[in-house]
């Protein structure tokens, strides 16, 4: 039930790409009581990257502000499944991490973003606090909704990419135009002619 919750005040927001990113990582955030809130999309070369981000330090210089644990991140990403640490400085699967210890973090926890049989992105929660570790409850909450997520998130990627392309012919169409009324003047056509009638209007008609 709260995964829907969550997912309806993601669909509020319409197919705005960004501001239903932001929604969701907001929302995983508050649900769960975590500190900070990343969501990674995979790019057009294989890669993720940062697509959106929650309660990161107020001073937008601050160094940390974009570092999380990428060795989470890629292990979700390669094992398909949820990666969650309720003590990192006891967890042996994060020895060696230098993002872990420079960042103080003391649990985190890494959801796969599914569509069909790919992992679109990876929804990413960590916490610096010794009070906050991620449940059993906080992982099968956000698998679920990582799950809706990925389907809405399909759509609203191809509405993205349908307005996108719609923009880059609106502006080749406007540029032709401008080219097109540069070159020629239609209101000098002389003639009153049936054909010269229909000439005219099909140049007003393109």
């Given at each position: ?111 796969p973003i599914p569509q069909g ?22 992982e099968a909450l956000l698998v ?63």
């Open positions: 039930r709260d995964a829907m919750v969550m997912l309806a005040k993601v669909l509020e927001v319409g197919d705005s790409l960004q501001t239903a990113l932001d929604q969701a990582v907001q929302s995983s955030v508050r649900v769960t009581g975590a500190e900070r809130g990343f969501i990674l999309l995979f790019d057009g070369k294989d890669q993720v990257t940062v697509r959106s981000a929650f309660n990161l330090p107020a001073d937008s210089f601050h160094p940390d502000r974009f570092r999380l644990s990428f060795g989470a991140v890629t292990r979700t990403v390669r094992e398909g499944r949820p990666i969650r640490s309720k003590n990192l400085a006891s967890d042996s699967r994060f020895d060696g991490h230098g993002s872990v210890e420079a960042l103080g973090l003391n649990s985190l926890l890494a959801v049989d790919k992992v679109a992105g990876v929804l990413y929660l960590d916490s610096t606090s010794k009070e906050k570790a991620f449940t059993d409850e906080d679920r909704f990582a799950t809706f997520f990925g389907r809405t998130l399909r759509l609203v990627l191809a509405s993205h990419e349908r307005v996108m392309q719609l923009s880059s012919l609106e502006a080749a169409l406007s540029a032709a135009m401008k080219d097109l009324q540069a070159r020629y003047r239609f209101d000098a056509l002389i003639g009153d002619s049936e054909r010269m009638r229909s000439l005219r209007a099909t140049l007003d008609q393109i």
